[in-house]
């Protein structure tokens, strides 16, 4: 279900007594996608200039008015969009209108090179013009200020989120739309469509009376100027004329007399010099950047039939000037380079050109992402493990990282193939365990073999107690955690052997063909009986460590611990484990749950993305993030979805702690989510804070098992070195940050050490006083 607003509605309040009211109830329907819509049987037509409107306003009537008519012809030539355009398109038609356009009488040309990216493209264009003595305004793309233009994550209801279920259910050209609208200040940044025309606006009043900021493929005949001329000098009172476009397949018959194909196409605009409107730069192209200003002058045509999505900018009101415009002649628009595309009156070339459009959009966006952020990517640089030397770790901590790594040299290596019971598969290499909440139904009820209890773990699903052997749930806890701890105290202490226990870790559980496990998780939380036997969406979670255990891997590969050959497996494990996650049911699910679990399922992707250099769906994952920070949070920082369980304490610091090793690992990328903050203030800020708030005091929330109070340390560390202090808000109690413990529960979600190598703005500040310690 989605809202649909209609540009045609916004007349009707001018004609019809009470239609503000019938606007907006029309406004607020909710209308599924096979519904017709029902149209007001009533529409003012602005189709001729109103003189006694402009008899009556006097500011309409000016010297301008009497200026000589003069006019300056601006193309604005931007990057060729393939499959749109062809590649050199753009070139190839300024050669033709170089070459084959006739003098237009008292009219100057000028043209605007408009932020193209490729700058040897850049270069041959401006030689042409240069070449042809014609004038031009450069307009230069800058990479870092495109690296500076946000996602528009507040322009789509969270309810359509590229994660959403909703989106999935709409058809690919609302979901281009969508994406689209997530990327419109980039968009707006290196297409500059409005953008350019404005600037030519501004520059051409200065010198002619008519300035008409046209597209770089329009192209004027002798006969087409004559008819657009003679229509503004008989008529100056008019600010403002449309030219509708007629599309050529061959240029060559634009030079035949006499020529003149039906021009049915979107309008180009002119402009009087005294006029005051201008093109809206926040409307980007592809999505109606011209059609926004023909709405608000009133100028008919087919696009005011079409809808205004929930996704799409607010459709305008009608401005002051609406109705002062008057048609004049015709143009025409250069071969794109796609004949199929371009055949006029035809819906199905109309359509095509859209998704056409949509596709090149997406494809050079995409492209130009990866180019922009490429080199703040370095796959093989740990995210969690800084580069500091042991020296600067306290000793009490190399102590405690040397005795757990000790004990983990006992351990292990670890495999899929040792539990005592098998996947509903049958085959030892899937990872299997049972649903942990999910107990056999007492009463035995036909269809209701199971009954849920939130917070109380079935027998052998809570990691390292009795049964657990049954499943894998805790060998791969053990494979994560050892494998760090062992790589931390290689690196830190310098002991060679640490790392080649790691190694044989790795090399047990994911890449010898005898003990590997198989890169899926089908059967995480199996309901015996229910969904075919396959696993559960909320079993993907039990991955979620894979995030600083990848941080491991990296630095085996830096000292040489495992081969090339070894490394490349690994990764391609890797690979293969991400096309599971992002294409199965189970992995479809997670990426659309609104707790916990989206936050987690982010958290792997990014992980592994950044592992693996995928640039691209990185940052759409992170753009991702940004939805759920709106949708997890309200504006003090509770977590509503986390307050429904049974063990709130334990859930909202479980989600909170995902979400700062998020926000960490897209701070190592140059991305920002500790800043981020939603329409209403949601932010990670204010999580931190209403949590922290409740420290030293009774949990008032419910809370069925015993919570280690110490869970809020790790959270209070964090916020102090990423918003600092600027009051004494928390009750805290003076301790040492060396002395709190390093090891939590895996369950609680705070990784191995996370105290070790701490972040330099927390180190420098427990050198100058005492860090706190927090206690629930």
Not at 142 to 165: F, L, M, N, T
Not at 479 to 502: N, P, S, V, W
Request: hydrophobic share 35%; aromatic share 12%; proline share 7%.
């Amino acid at each position: 279900m989605k809202n649909i607003l209609l540009p045609k509605l916004r007349s009707i309040t001018a004609i019809i007594p009470g239609a503000l009211y019938l606007r907006q109830k029309l406004r607020k329907m909710r209308i599924g996608h096979n519904v017709h819509v029902i149209y007001p049987k009533y529409r003012k037509k602005h189709t001729s200039f109103d003189a006694n409107l402009a008899d009556q306003n006097s500011s309409l009537v000016n010297d301008c008015i009497y200026k000589p008519d003069t006019f300056v012809l601006y193309r604005i030539i931007g990057n060729d969009l393939v499959p749109r355009h062809k590649k050199g398109q753009s070139r190839e038609n300024l050669v033709f209108i170089l070459t084959n356009e006739p003098e237009l009488q008292d009219c100057e040309k000028r043209f605007i090179v408009n932020r193209i990216v490729d700058l040897e493209e850049e270069k041959e264009i401006i030689q042409l013009l240069e070449n042809f003595g014609m004038p031009y305004l450069c307009i230069p793309f800058d990479w870092e200020a495109y690296r500076c233009q946000p996602w528009d994550i507040w322009g789509v209801p969270p309810r359509y989120s590229p994660h959403s279920k909703l989106f999935s259910l709409l058809e690919p050209s609302r979901q281009n739309q969508i994406q689209m609208r997530l990327y419109r200040h980039k968009n707006n940044y290196v297409m500059h469509n409005n953008g350019a025309r404005n600037i030519a606006l501004r520059d051409g009043r200065r010198r002619a009376k008519w300035i008409l900021p046209w597209d770089g493929n329009c192209f004027v005949t002798t006969e087409a100027w004559e008819s657009i001329r003679s229509a503004v000098v008989s008529r100056p009172e008019i600010p403002y004329y449309f030219t509708p476009m007629a599309r050529v397949i061959d240029n060559r018959k634009l030079l035949q007399t006499g020529f003149q194909p039906p021009a049915t196409e979107e309008p180009q605009l002119l402009f009087r010099c005294d006029s005051k409107l201008e093109f809206d730069p926040e409307y980007f192209y592809g999505r109606r950047p011209k059609v926004e200003l023909f709405w608000r002058l009133g100028i008919p045509g087919k696009w005011e039939y079409w809808p205004v999505d929930p996704w799409d900018l607010p459709c305008p009101d009608y401005a002051k000037e609406a109705g002062q415009f008057a048609e004049a002649g015709w143009v025409a628009r250069l071969f794109s380079g796609q004949a199929k595309l371009e055949k006029q009156n035809d819906q199905q070339a109309w359509v095509g050109r859209g998704e056409a459009r949509m596709e090149a959009i997406a494809g050079f966006l995409g492209q130009l992402d990866e180019c922009a952020f490429k080199s703040r990517l370095n796959p093989e640089e740990p995210v969690f493990i800084n580069g500091r030397d042991s020296g600067k770790v306290a000793a009490p901590m190399l102590m405690q990282l040397r005795n757990a790594a000790d004990e983990a040299l006992d351990r292990g290596p670890y495999s899929v193939v040792d539990k005592q019971t098998l996947a509903p598969s049958g085959n030892p290499h899937d990872y299997w365990h049972p649903a942990p909440y999910y107990w056999p139904n007492p009463s035995r009820i036909p269809g209701l073999p199971y009954v849920r209890r939130d917070g109380r773990r079935v027998p052998g699903t809570r990691m390292y107690e009795p049964l657990s052997e049954n499943y894998d749930r805790t060998r791969l806890q053990h494979l994560f955690d050892d494998t760090y701890i062992l790589m931390l105290a290689c690196r830190g202490l310098g002991e060679e052997c640490y790392g080649k226990h790691a190694a044989k870790l790795v090399r047990h559980w994911f890449l010898n063909p005898e003990t590997m496990m198989n890169p899926h998780l089908k059967y995480a939380q199996v309901r015996r009986g229910h969904n075919n036997n396959l696993g559960a969406s909320p079993g993907i979670i039990e991955m979620k460590d894979l995030y600083y255990f990848l941080d491991a891997v990296r630095l085996l590969w830096e000292g040489n611990l495992l081969s090339h050959a070894e490394y490349e497996e690994f990764k391609l494990w890797l690979d293969r484990y991400l096309y599971w996650l992002r294409s199965s049911e189970q992995g479809r699910g997670e990426r659309a749950a609104l707790n916990n679990h989206g936050t987690y399922y982010d958290l792997q992707v990014a992980s592994i993305c950044t592992f693996l250099g995928k640039q691209q769906l990185l940052r759409e994952t992170l753009c991702d993030s940004r939805f759920r920070i709106i949708e997890q949070f309200d504006s003090i920082g509770r977590q509503p979805r986390e307050m429904e369980r049974a063990t709130t304490a334990h859930y909202c610091c479980f989600n909170l702690q995902g979400w700062i090793h998020l926000a960490q690992l897209a701070e190592s990328v140059g991305e920002d989510l500790w800043g981020f903050e939603g329409p209403d203030g949601q932010c990670i800020r204010k999580a931190m804070e209403w949590l922290l708030g409740h420290v030293g005091k009774p949990w008032p929330y419910k809370q069925i098992d015993e919570f280690d109070s110490e869970r809020f340390s790790p959270i209070y560390y964090i916020y102090r070195s990423k918003y600092g202090m600027s009051d004494n808000s928390f009750n805290v109690q003076a301790s040492d940050l060396s002395q709190i413990k390093p090891l939590f529960f895996p369950h609680d979600g705070i990784r191995p050490f996370w105290n070790y190598n701490f972040p330099e703005v927390c180190a420098s500040k427990s050198d100058s006083r005492k860090q706190e310690s927090v206690a629930l």
